[in-house]
Structures are given as structure tokens and as C-alpha cells.
């Protein structure tokens, strides 16, 4: 199971000027009505994501294994929450877990991007995952469409075979292409939001299908579930990184940084940096008063960023609480030889793992970055499979929520997403929106 190590969020003689472990205490009544609040929602059914570790899975499984085994790449076409989990969990466990079949996301609208996957894919062996919950965003209906052109034209007799649609189980547009056409498709439960979706269908049928281990992911969710309902907050990850990010926030510390000891790991802080972000940057609490609030998340790689990041973050605003990512065992690692043992430049590396290396540093930044006074905090991967990617998930997931409570906001909401997507509705000539096409003409000329 992964471990939450908070030392160095919680003040200690290395860092004397971190959170008071009295101000937990103190705060113990918030945390309380936080979880209250948590639970009514659950009962009324809007936090679908705690109860996926419980679903039953076998239309994924049964469908992964019927597929025809040629096909070797699934190219999944979403963006947002609709993508970065399928990315995150993909990258994360492709090399560690040894997969054979490829994930690849086309998750923008950029014509060289979309010009390079055709390149590096094989039509004949590659299916396609359109993934929409709302079946209409713009950037993910413009592949749609190019791709269903593709495979119509080359694939007259079964192009439908190759490709499956992943949208609201009866709205939309897609709902009834997929009746129309006899496509393939899988359906995202009303009461998860697209960014807490990686473990429902939406992520679950690129993982099955790349050989991953999606109940293990589950397991290690529901296990995660477990920790917590822990009374005591101190046993308790995700309410306990919750509570401490916003007492950080409160403070001034407006960014919070994820920096991976693992290049597996990079996409995790790129899904993370959504889940934080699009849930906590709200203008409005909930009784309607305006708050602007939220916590900048940003995303670091180490060791590579020590060389272009961390001279900013021991030296510059103390405005950031870092975590770490640690992976402690590796499955493919490598000894450095002691090519030169007479000399000391490089003997001290010589037998040494490159993983002892790579840890050695992240700890190494670790203490240089409590000794500048500055918060961090470790999330551990005993190792990286899917039952510990699933527990990291679902710790995030809950913890974002416990914080958007405890800020008094609407996690679940994104308006601020709506007004870019309407204005593109207005630049691109969608029927209904000539008041907005308007407003950006007289905006255009001034
Ligand atoms: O979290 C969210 O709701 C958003 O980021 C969506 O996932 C994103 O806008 C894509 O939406 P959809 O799945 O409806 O295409």
C-alpha cells in the first residue's frame, strides 16, 4: 500500500516553521462538518467515484477479451477528464508492468499532433475510443469525426468494429450515433464527473485493454475508501493532506507542486493538476459570495527539474507545498559500472543502482528544502502497479473533494470551463449562439 509521509508539512525541528500540529487539533470541528457534509452528498448520490471500487466490471473484461486480437494500440480521442486518467494510468504502469498493447491519446485539436499519431499508428490494427460524457465538446467531435472518416473510407464493411464510444448512458448526440451505427460502447454513470472518472469506464476500458490490472486498481481504490473513514485524522491520507494543503493555502501558499521521482509518474502529476485545479479554482462559494479561490497546481520532474525548478522553490516565494512521488522498488534497473575507480569525480557512483541514485536525490531535495524552511511532503510507492496507482487515485479524489468542502465551494462545477467552450461554439458557427458570436465581433474591433 502507498504510505503518506507528512513530517515536513507538520512543524518539526527540521522545520520549525510549518503547520502547528495544534492548528490540526484546532480545526477538528471544520474537518467534522466537512466529513458530514461528504457523507450527505453520498447518500444523495452525487459522489458516485467513493463507490467504484465496488462495481462489477465483467462488460469491460468480457469485452477486452472478445476483442480480436489483432489490434495492438487503442487511440482513445477525449480530452480533459475525458483523457488524463487514461494517460496517467497508462504511462504510469506501461514499462513496470510490462504491457504489450499500446495506449495513445489524442487529446487536442493540433493537426500536427493528430498528424503524428496517424504516422506512428497502424490503422489496420488500431481501435478507437471516442470518450465524451457530454457527448458535444468540440475538440473531441472534431477526431471523432476526421477518424470515423478515415476508417469509413478505408473500412466500408467494418469500420464500426473499430471503433467504441464511451458517453452518457442515454443523453447526447453520441448516444445516438452509437444506435444509429451499431457501434460498441460503454457509458459513464451520471453521478461521477468527468475528472473523477479514470476508474469508471472511462478509464477502465483503455487500462483492460493495454493488459492492465483493473481490479487490482479497484482494490487498492476501495482499500483507500477504507483509510478514509479513519476517525483519527492522523491515520487519515487523504483528509489529513486535505486539511494540511488548506491550512498551507490559508497561509499564502498558493501553488501546490507534485514532483515525481519517476518519469512513469509524470502524466499522475498531469492528471492531478486538473483534479485540483478545474475542482478548487471557483470565483463563488456556496451560499454565492465571491471568494477566488483555489491552489495553483504545478507539476515538477525529478531529478531533471532539481536542474531548472528547485532553485526557485528553496529560494524563491515561499508560496508552494511540494509533494514528492517516491517509487522504492523498481523492476527494470541498472548498475552503474565503475568505469573509472582511480577517479573520484565518478567512483562514488560506480556499483551503485541508477533507482539508488535517483532516490538518494529526491531525498537529497527533500532536506536542502526543509532546511530553506519550505513544506513537502512524500507520497511512497512501495512499487508502481495497479493496485497502488488505483489507492493514489482514490486518495486524490477524496482528498479534493474534503478541501473544496472545507473551502465551502462546488468541487464538482467547472463554469469557468463553459464560457471558453461557448465562445467556440460562437467562433466556429454552432446554430444558437449569434448573441455570443456578436459580443466577439464588437470584441474583435475594438
Ligand atoms: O472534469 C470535467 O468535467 C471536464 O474536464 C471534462 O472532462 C472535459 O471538459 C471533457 O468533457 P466531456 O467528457 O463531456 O467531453
Known amino acids: 500500500m502507498i504510505r503518506f509521509e507528512y513530517k515536513n508539512l507538520i512543524s518539526n525541528p527540521y522545520l520549525k516553521s510549518a503547520i502547528d500540529p495544534k492548528l490540526i487539533q484546532s480545526h477538528l470541528p471544520q474537518v467534522q462538518a466537512a466529513r458530514e457534509e461528504i457523507a450527505k452528498d453520498r447518500k444523495a448520490d452525487i459522489l458516485g ?8 466490471i465483467s462488460h469491460i ?8 486480437p489483432k489490434f495492438d494500440t487503442i487511440l482513445v480521442l477525449g480530452i480533459g477528464g475525458s483523457a488524463l486518467g487514461n494517460k496517467a494510468v497508462y504511462n504510469a504502469l506501461k514499462t513496470e508492468a510490462c504491457l ?8 487536442n485539436v493540433d493537426p500536427v499532433f493528430l498528424h503524428e499519431i496517424l504516422q506512428d499508428i497502424n490503422m489496420d490494427t488500431t481501435l478507437f475510443n471516442v470518450i465524451t460524457k457530454s457527448g458535444t465538446t468540440a475538440e473531441t467531435m472534431a477526431g471523432y469525426m476526421i477518424i470515423t472518416d478515415i476508417l469509413q473510407k478505408k473500412y466500408p464493411k467494418d469500420y464500426h468494429k473499430r471503433l467504441v464510444i464511451t458517453t452518457d448512458k442515454e443523453k447526447g448526440f453520441l448516444r445516438q450515433v452509437v444506435k444509429d451505427r451499431g457501434y460498441s460502447s460503454f457509458s459513464v454513470p451520471d453521478n461521477v464527473g468527468g475528472r473523477f472518472s479514470v476508474l469508471t469506464d472511462v478509464g477502465l476500458l483503455s487500462s483492460a485493454f493495454a493488459g492492465i490490472d483493473i481490479a487490482a486498481m479497484l482494490e487498492g481504490a476501495g482499500e483507500m475508501v477504507k483509510l478514509s473513514e479513519n476517525e483519527d485524522i492522523m491515520q487519515n491520507p487523504p483528509l489529513l493532506n486535505g486539511l494540511l494543503h488548506y491550512l498551507y493555502l490559508k497561509e499564502g501558499k498558493n501553488i501546490s507542486v507534485m514532483m515525481p521521482y519517476s518519469n512513469s509518474l509524470y502524466d499522475f502529476a498531469d492528471w492531478y493538476r486538473q483534479l485540483w485545479a478545474e475542482s478548487l479554482g471557483k470565483r463563488f462559494d456556496k451560499d454565492g459570495r465571491e471568494v477566488f479561490t483555489g491552489q495553483t497546481p504545478v ?17 524563491g516565494p515561499n508560496d508552494k507545498v511540494i509533494t514528492f512521488l517516491t517509487v522504492e522498488n523498481f523492476n527494470h534497473d541498472y548498475v552503474i559500472p565503475n568505469l573509472h575507480p582511480e577517479r573520484e569525480e565518478v567512483s562514488y557512483l560506480g556499483g551503485k543502482c541508477l533507482s539508488a541514485l535517483l532516490n538518494a536525490e529526491r531525498l537529497a531535495t527533500e532536506i536542502a528544502l526543509c532546511k530553506a524552511g519550505r513544506p513537502n511532503a512524500n507520497l511512497v510507492f512501495p512499487k508502481l502497479d495497479a493496485k497502488n496507482l488505483g489507492a493514489a487515485i482514490m486518495m486524490y479524489q477524496i482528498q ?3 478541501t473544496g468542502k472545507l473551502l465551502g465551494i462546488n468541487s464538482l462545477d467547472q463554469p469557468g470551463v463553459e464560457a471558453g467552450k461557448i465562445a ?21 474591433q475594438q
Open 49 to 56: 467515484f467513493y463507490d467504484l471500487p465496488e462495481q462489477d
Open 61 to 68: 473484461t468480457d469485452y477486452a477479451e472478445s476483442l480480436d
Open 100 to 107: 504489450t498493447k499500446r495506449v495513445l491519446t489524442f487529446d
Open 299 to 315: 507539476k515538477a520532474l525529478g531529478t531533471t527539474d532539481q536542474h531548472s525548478q528547485i532553485q526557485l522553490y528553496a529560494e
Open 400 to 402: 479534493t473533494v474534503f
Open 424 to 444: 467556440t461554439y460562437a467562433l466556429m458557427g454552432k446554430k444558437g449562439f449569434s448573441q455570443e458570436r456578436k459580443e466577439i465581433a464588437d470584441y474583435l
